[in-house]
């Protein structure tokens, strides 16, 4: 409960940064972590809120300027790569981190972004190298031991998308009522008329959060297993409700 309780801390922040507002972000603040699914997912075991609240910090980080920017673009490297580590779908932020960097004209940033995101995933490349004899491939198969050889196998993994892009799984997974995003969560369809206003006031961040909000749905449907097993909610969309909050 403490990462979803910190990431609602972490968003009032930005909100109020962003609009200078207190009550309203004080407001939207309370709606995204008693009205959302980052509330059951606080209290649950699931490795979905702790990388939910490494980006939002790396999106904090993104927006302020009191930092140089050569330790803001190592934090952030640090810590996207470390939302990786728990949850390789964070792989989708890492690059619209990138791709944000690039929009507000940070060239500087670029490299320390990348020297960051490697530091953190050395230890595992170490670890599999020095355990396997090879780079991470866990995504794809698993290792199995055998008579004392270690062999890699490989598998059908349920994230690993198997089948063309359907409309069908991209509805079902934002509106069904199984799964639906909005089906559970109603109160963020509103949310989708800011983005023209947000247009109007910066593109550079309209652009971002609009990326944000769409890959992963798009990803996701895209996968066998897009309904996130036996869980409360799509919890596979957390990372987009931070995004259509703002």
């Known amino acids: 409960s403490i990462p979803g309780a910190l990431s609602v801390i972490v968003l009032y922040k930005i909100l109020y940064n962003l609009i200078r507002d207190k009550k309203l972000s004080i407001y939207l603040s309370i709606v995204f972590g008693l009205g959302t699914i ?4 606080s209290s649950t075991l699931f490795g979905n809120i702790l990388p939910m609240l ?3 910090v790396s999106f904090q980080l993104l927006l302020t300027r009191n930092m140089k920017e ?9 810590l996207i790569g470390t939302s990786i580590l728990i949850d390789y779908m964070y792989v989708i932020t890492f690059f619209l981190f990138l791709f944000f960097i690039l929009f507000k004209k940070e060239e500087n ?15 595992l490349f170490l670890y599999y190298i020095f355990s396997f004899g090879n780079l ?34 991209l509805f079902n997974l934002l ?8 089906f559970y969560m109603p109160l963020l369809i509103f949310s989708i008329p800011g983005f023209y206003y947000l247009l109007k006031i910066n593109k550079h ?3 971002f959060l609009l990326l944000y909000s769409v890959s992963f749905p798009i990803i996701i449907s895209h996968t066998s297993i897009w309904w996130g097993g036996s869980s409360f909610g799509p919890r596979f969309l957390l990372p987009i409700i931070f ?4």
């Open 70 to 78: 050569s330790i803001r673009g190592i934090i952030i490297g640090i």
């Open 38 to 41: 980052v509330f059951n997912f």
């Open 54 to 56: 490494l980006s939002l």
């Open 175 to 182: 509106f069904g009522s199984y799964r639906g995003f909005f």
């Open 136 to 169: 991470p491939l866990s995504l794809f198969g698993i290792y199995k031991s055998y008579e004392g050889r270690t062999t890699f196998i490989l598998i059908r993994n349920p994230f690993y998308p198997t089948s063309p892009f359907t409309f069908q799984n």
């Open 109 to 123: 940033v670029i490299f320390l972004y990348f020297l960051g995101t490697l530091v953190s995933l050395i230890p």
């Open 243 to 246: 995004p259509l909050i703002l």
């Open 205 to 207: 961040l309209f652009l």
